[in-house]
Structure formats: structure tokens, C-alpha cells
């Protein structure tokens, strides 16, 4: 069993340089942070960012009206599972459902939904950089935008008998944000120990994910992460999913491979083939552990 380290704060990247308008100055913070990148990803594919350029009102904004909307009342779901959440896709597809209730929700969570969405692309081309890949190759192989989705989820306080709010697990898609309110619980699997994501205002973790991870044949890491529920009260939190289309197929790319010399560690696959085996582990839990699906499946 892993223990946890409190000492252990994930390392924070300031996008200011990315989102100023250049000078050389620019250049040079900017090739540092992605530098910090570079080195937290091969380490650990975990990180805070700050100066995002997502407004920080606008987060806090949907974090209350988060716990407005699921306060309405429905407590007995509490008995029969550790969370509830909503899902929301990008609002251009036009299926999302809102409910009529707290006013400002569905602005809100569309304002946001734009935001993140210019943070993906932001960090895509700072991961594209990071890897040394052909100037806007990240931005070609994945301009599609209409697999991402955004979950807002509510977990319920941790009782005496269990407290376990999402099992650990790692994201199948490329890059997620997490936006989180002050109750805390999120934790990241770092050489063993189960280091804290604790919130910090303002700030977003991101994660990269397993898209990424194969992309660059096993050297940036698809982190392990799990939220353990608190005691004293419900938690909110948001994840935003950037990933690629369905119809893309991922596999460890030259840079990573032919190039350097290195055996490919992942045979390819389609993104949409993944996605519908990590789905039956939730809807058809396999009794074994061993036997729910992974980025291991395809392993070489
Ligand atoms: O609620 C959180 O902080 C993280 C949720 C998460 O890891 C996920 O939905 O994949
Ligand atoms: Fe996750």
C-alpha cells in the first residue's frame, strides 16, 4: 500500500510568458517554462499551472454554482454511490443539457468550456515543443475538437466505513484540467507515495494522459491519480478532457522511435477502440483486477 506524502507539492509552470505579447525576454521565460514542462512530464505528467488566462472569477464562479446545482435536493443518492456528476461537450455540437437552475449555469459553464478549450491548444503546442515534433504537428493531428468534454462532479462527504471518491486510475485522453474547490482530496501516485493536489486559488492541475504517453513511446507519464473523499464535506470539482477524435490512431511516434533508435513500447490503435474498453470497465467491472483494460493492453 502506498502511503502518502504531505511534504510533496506539485510543481508549478506560469504560462504568463506564452500568453504575453513577445519580446525576447518572452523567449527566453518561455523556453524555461517549457523547460519545467519538459522535465515534470518525463517525471511525473503532473503539474499546476498558473497564469492560465482563465479568469480566476470565472472559476470560482462555476465552483458556486456547481454546489448550488447539485444541492438541489436529492440526498438519498448519497447512499448508493461516493459522487454524482454532468456532463457538458463543447456547446458548438448544440446537445448539452442544462438544467434551469442556478440562473447563469449554462453562460458559465460555456464561458468556461471556451476557456479551457484555448488552454488545451495552448498546452499542446507547449507539449508539441516539449518533444521536439515538426512546429504545429500536435495542432494538425488533433485540430478536431468535438471528442473533448468537461465533467463536473460532486462528491459526497466520506463516511466512517469508506471513503474512496474516484479509484486510482490514469486518463485515457491527452491533456485534462482539474478545477477544484477548497475540500481537497486529489491525489497523484509519485515513485510510490501518494502526493497531494491540494487546491490552490486560482491555480488548474493538469494531467497528461495516455494518448500523450504513447505519442511519446512511454516517456512522458499518464499519471496515477485517485480522489479520496474528506469527512467533513461535499467536494467540487471539474475535469475538462482534451483528446483526440475517435477516427485518430495513436501510436508511438519517430521522434520516439526510428529516429533515436528505440523499439516502439505500444502497438497502434484506434483512439475510438480504447475508449470502448475502458468504457466496459465501468459499465461490465471485470471481477479481476488484472483483467480491466489499460494503456498496458498495448503494450509491446
Ligand atoms: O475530481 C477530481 O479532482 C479528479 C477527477 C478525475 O480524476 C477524473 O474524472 O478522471
Ligand atoms: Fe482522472
Redesign the pocket.
Known sequence: MAATNNVGALPVVDLAPFLATGDDEGGVARASATGAVRKVCREYGFFRVVNHGVPAELMARVLELLAAFFALPDEEKAKVRPNEYLLAFDPQLGFNLYPDEPSGFKEALEELYGKLTELGVLIQEILNECMGLPPGYLKEYNGDRSFDFM?A?RYFPATAEENSG?SE?E?GNCI?F?L?DGVGG?EVLKDGAWVPADPVEGSIVVNIGDVIQVLSNGEMKSAT?R?VRKPAAHRH?L?FFFTVHGNKWVEPLPEYTEKVGKAPRYRRFLYSEYQLLRMRNMTHPPSRPEDVVHITHYAI
Open positions: 465533467a462532479l474516484i486510475h486518463d485534462t482539474v477544484q486529489l491519480h480522489v470539482s475535469a
